[in-house]
């Protein structure tokens, strides 16, 4: 069993950065997919980014604003997000699958318990 839990969520002005960690219970993103997602009120869940044997990807929305990496040594996944947007305002979750991952949200087995993250224009 992986147990996540994500923290750094918080409120920003538009413009500002902040960063979400996602802490495992094991070296699961050293073997897993490990992903982040958000969900706006009303929305679906919506894919951001994933880190995969250090290779990373990224919605088109967050390209070359937002940062996945890992480390090793705590067990740790990041998202740096920069130059935010209120459109950026969502529940960010963290997420695991032992497998491929991927950007589907429903393909991924272990979920952390969510960080808020508003961004006010």
């Known amino acids: 069993q992986v147990r996540l839990v994500e923290s750094g969520g918080g409120l920003v002005q538009a413009g500002g950065s902040l960063r979400l960690s996602c802490a495992a219970s094991e070296r699961a993103f050293s073997n897993y997919c490990m992903a982040w997602f958000r969900q706006a009120p009303g929305k679906e869940r919506e894919f951001v980014s994933y880190i995969r044997g250090g290779s990373t990807y990224y919605a088109d929305s967050v390209k070359g604003r937002f940062t996945i990496s890992g480390d090793n040594a705590k067990n740790t996944v990041y998202l740096q997000m920069n130059s935010l947007k209120p459109e950026d305002t969502a529940v960010y979750y963290c997420?695991?699958?032992?497998?491929?991952?991927?950007?589907?949200?429903?393909?991924?087995?272990?979920w952390g318990q969510g960080t808020q993250v508003t961004v006010s224009s």
């Open positions: 997420a695991a699958d032992p497998g491929l991952g991927g950007t589907y949200y429903k393909t991924y087995n272990y």
